[in-house]
C-alpha cells in the first residue's frame, strides 16, 4: 500500500463577500428577511425563494404573514411523501406560500373566532383555528404572526 504525504496547503479559500455578518447575502427587515433570519423558519423562506414569491414577501405593503416554521414544513412534506429536496420543486408550491399572506394588516386583536380572510393564493382561511406561537411580529411592511401548521 503506497502512503501519501499531506500538505499544508488550505482545505478551503475563504473568499470576502459583501452582504450579511458572515459574507452571505443580507436580508432587509421585510417580512421575507425575517423569515430567512429565523433559523427554525428556513424551510419557509426555502419555499418561497424556490417558488420565485421573494416579491410577495417583499411588497411594499401592508400584508399579514403567517410564518409556519420548519416542523409545520417537516410534518407537511412527510404527509406529501416528498423529500425536501422534492418540496422546493413541488407543483403549486408558488400557491402553498401565498396561503400565508393577506393584504393588509391583521392583528390577533382582529382574529375573532370564526372570521375568515382571503389569502394572496384566493382561499379563504379562518386563522383563528391557526396554532399559533408568536402574534404580532412588526417589520417594515407586514404583521407577522408564527404559527405551527402549513395553510394549504
Known amino acids: 500500500m503506497e502512503s501519501k504525504q499531506l500538505t499544508n496547503k488550505p482545505l478551503f479559500v475563504y473568499i470576502e463577500?459583501?452582504?450579511?455578518?458572515e459574507g452571505g447575502r443580507s436580508f432587509n427587515n421585510d417580512a421575507f428577511g425575517m423569515i430567512c433570519k429565523a433559523a427554525s423558519y428556513s424551510m419557509m423562506g426555502n419555499a418561497i425563494t424556490a417558488s420565485g414569491e421573494e416579491e410577495t414577501f417583499t411588497q411594499e405593503g401592508p400584508i399579514?404573514?403567517?410564518?409556519?416554521?420548519d416542523d409545520?414544513?417537516?410534518d407537511f412534506i412527510k404527509t406529501k411523501g416528498v423529500s425536501k429536496m422534492d418540496f422546493?420543486?413541488?407543483d403549486g408550491l408558488g400557491d402553498i406560500v401565498k396561503n400565508h399572506?393577506?393584504?393588509?394588516?391583521?392583528?390577533?386583536?382582529?382574529m375573532a373566532?370564526?372570521?375568515?380572510f382571503e389569502t394572496?393564493?384566493?382561499n379563504k382561511v379562518v386563522v383563528a383555528d391557526l396554532p399559533f406561537k408568536k402574534n404580532d411580529i412588526k417589520v417594515d411592511n407586514a404583521?407577522?404572526?408564527a404559527i405551527k401548521t402549513v395553510i394549504v
Open 72 to 74: 409545520a414544513f417537516g
Open 101 to 110: 399572506v393577506v393584504k393588509g394588516t391583521v392583528t390577533k386583536a382582529d
Open 120 to 122: 394572496l393564493a384566493g
Open 113 to 116: 373566532a370564526g372570521k375568515e
Open 64 to 69: 399579514t404573514v403567517f410564518a409556519a416554521d
Open 17 to 21: 463577500k459583501t452582504g450579511g455578518e
Open 88 to 90: 422546493v420543486k413541488m
Open 143 to 145: 404583521t407577522i404572526h
